[in-house]
C-alpha cells in the first residue's frame, strides 16, 4: 500500500507528476510547492536518511518558515525569528558546504524584518500575480502584438461570460458550473420526519 500525503483542496499542487523515478528528481514545482515541500514533506522524507543533529537544524528550518508564513503573526513571535534567524543560518553553514550558499539562503535573515514591515507574509507574496500572468500568457495568440492580443482574447472573453448567463440550466457554462465532486450520489429521498 502506497502512503500518501493529503492536504485540503488548493492547498498544494500535485507533487507526484512532477516526480522522476529515473532521475531521482522532483520538476515543475512552482515557488508554493516548494514551500510546502520545505514547511510540511521534507521533515518526514529525511527522517533516519540523515543524522540526528542534521534532521534537528532542517526541522529547525521549517519551523521558522511556518512560523513566518502564518496567517496571523505578533510581535513577540517576529522578535523570535528575528533571534533565530542568524543562529539558524549559522547552524545550516555548518551542515552544507559553502557552494550551497547563494544570496537566495542569506535572505532566510531579512525575512523576518521584512514581515515585521509589511505583516503577514501571504498579503505580499506575489502567487497571485504569478496566476493572473500565466493567465494573460496563455491568451496571447499573436507574439508581434502582445497587448492587442491579450486586450482582444479579454474582450472575447467576457463576451462570451455574458452569453453564456441565458444558456439553459442544463448546460454547464461559467454561470452554471457542473459539480466538482459527485455530489448527487450522496442524496436521498428518505425523510426523518
Not at 51 to 57: A, G, I, K, R, T
Not at 85 to 114: D, T, W, Y
Request: glycine share 4%; charged share 25%.
Amino acid at each position: 500500500m502506497d502512503p500518501e500525503v493529503m492536504f485540503p483542496d488548493g492547498y498544494a499542487a500535485n507533487l507526484r507528476r512532477g516526480v522522476n523515478l529515473s532521475t531521482l528528481r522532483v520538476l515543475g514545482m512552482k515557488s508554493h510547492d516548494y514551500h510546502i515541500w520545505i514547511e510540511r514533506l521534507l521533515l518526514a522524507m529525511v527522517r533516519g536518511f540523515v543524522p540526528e543533529n542534521v534532521w534537528l537544524v532542517l526541522a529547525e528550518l521549517s519551523y521558522f518558515f511556518r512560523q513566518l508564513c502564518a496567517k496571523e503573526l505578533s510581535r513577540t513571535v517576529i522578535d523570535d525569528l528575528e533571534r533565530a534567524a542568524p543562529l539558524l543560518l549559522c547552524r545550516l553553514e555548518k551542515i552544507f558546504p559553502p557552494g550551497f550558499f547563494l544570496p537566495m539562503q542569506h535572505l532566510i535573515l531579512h525575512l523576518s524584518n521584512e514581515a515585521r514591515m509589511t505583516g503577514p507574509v501571504q498579503f505580499h507574496w506575489c502567487y497571485p500575480i504569478e496566476r493572473c500572468l500565466k493567465v494573460l500568457r496563455k491568451k496571447c495568440r499573436n507574439k508581434a502584438r502582445i497587448e492587442a492580443s491579450i486586450a482582444e482574447a479579454s474582450v472575447l472573453e467576457e463576451v462570451s461570460n455574458f452569453t453564456t448567463t441565458y444558456y439553459a440550466e442544463n448546460l454547464p457554462s461559467i454561470h452554471n458550473p457542473p459539480p466538482r465532486y459527485n455530489a448527487r450520489e450522496n442524496e436521498s429521498n428518505l425523510s426523518l420526519f
